[in-house]
Structures are given as structure tokens and as C-alpha cells.
């Protein structure tokens, strides 16, 4: 029986990659001499640091600029509030999203299932099973969901007859 996965993955090493070139670049820039803005790397989250909002505006940009530039989209991307530490320090938690979570998991299956396509789905982890009859069916339904969820990067993956 074909099935896939729909799935939602990011390359960690070039993520790694980008902050570090966003490091460099925010260390080279003169807009950025004698200030303390860096981008630093934990396991799913980046935290930024700068003087202000403005240049920790700057800095989220530089950082994104370099995703897109490697292929990451930024869309996993989900930016915490704004802090502000010791002074005029500014701080701010982006959390880099992998994996689907269990409420567009199931808004996926409740979207599939809606469409009334001959296949099934069931939710398996961090990801979404779709299996059914036809590889025709299993195209309509990655159609489906391309069209539908905008606004959250997804792969489709783990393709078989």
C-alpha cells in the first residue's frame, strides 16, 4: 500500500552555519563597532543579543538573510518576546520549530479527511502518515495540503509503493 510523510525538518548544520556567518558579518559591520550584538546557538534555540530594539532588528535580519541565503526556511523561525537586560541591552529568544506539533498534526488529518480523499492518516510522532490505494490519491492529497498550510514548512517524504 503507497504511503508518505508529511514532515517538518531542519538541516541543523546550516543552521550553525548561518549564525555563524551572522556573527561575522555583525562583527565587520561598522553600524555594529563597539557594541555587543552576537547571535548565540543552543540546540533548537537562538538567542540574540544587541544595545537596542533597532539593532536587534539588524541582527534578526542579517540572521534570516543568511538562512534563506542556505536554504533554510525561515519560516521555522518563531520569535519570542523582546527583553531587556542590564541597562540598555536588548535580548530575544528565537526558537527554531522542528517537527509538527500535535494541533497542526491534527488540523492536517481534519484537513485531508474533510477533502473526502480514499486515504488514510495517522499521526506518528512528529509526523503525519498518509497511506492509500492509489499513488493518484496520495499526489491529490500533497496537492491538498501544500495549498492549505502556508504559513508552517513542511516536507513530504518517506514515498512508497
Known amino acids: 500500500m503507497p504511503s508518505f510523510d508529511i514532515m517538518s525538518e531542519v538541516n541543523q548544520v546550516e543552521v550553525k552555519n548561518a549564525v555563524d556567518q551572522c556573527n561575522k ?11 555587543d550584538a552576537r547571535v548565540e546557538q543552543g540546540e533548537k534555540i537562538l538567542t540574540l543579543y544587541a544595545d537596542d530594539e533597532f539593532k536587534l532588528g539588524q ?18 523561525l518563531e520569535r519570542g518576546k523582546l527583553e531587556t537586560i542590564g541597562g540598555a541591552k536588548a535580548k530575544q529568544v528565537v526558537t527554531v520549530r522542528v517537527g509538527i506539533d500535535q494541533a497542526l498534526a491534527k488540523k492536517i488529518v481534519a484537513l485531508i479527511k474533510d477533502a473526502k480523499l480514499k486515504v488514510q ?7 503525519v502518515r498518509v497511506s492509500g490505494a492509489k499513488r493518484d490519491d496520495l499526489q491529490s492529497a500533497i496537492a491538498l495540503v501544500k495549498k ?5 514548512p513542511l516536507q513530504y517524504g518517506n514515498f512508497r509503493d
Open 25 to 35: 558579518e555583525v562583527t565587520n559591520r561598522f553600524d555594529f563597532k563597539g557594541s
Open 59 to 76: 541582527v534578526y535580519d542579517i540572521l534570516s538573510a543568511r538562512l534563506a541565503k542556505r536554504s533554510v526556511d525561515i519560516r521555522c
Open 121 to 127: 492518516t495517522s499521526i506518528q510522532g512528529e509526523a
Open 148 to 152: 492549505s498550510i502556508l504559513d508552517f
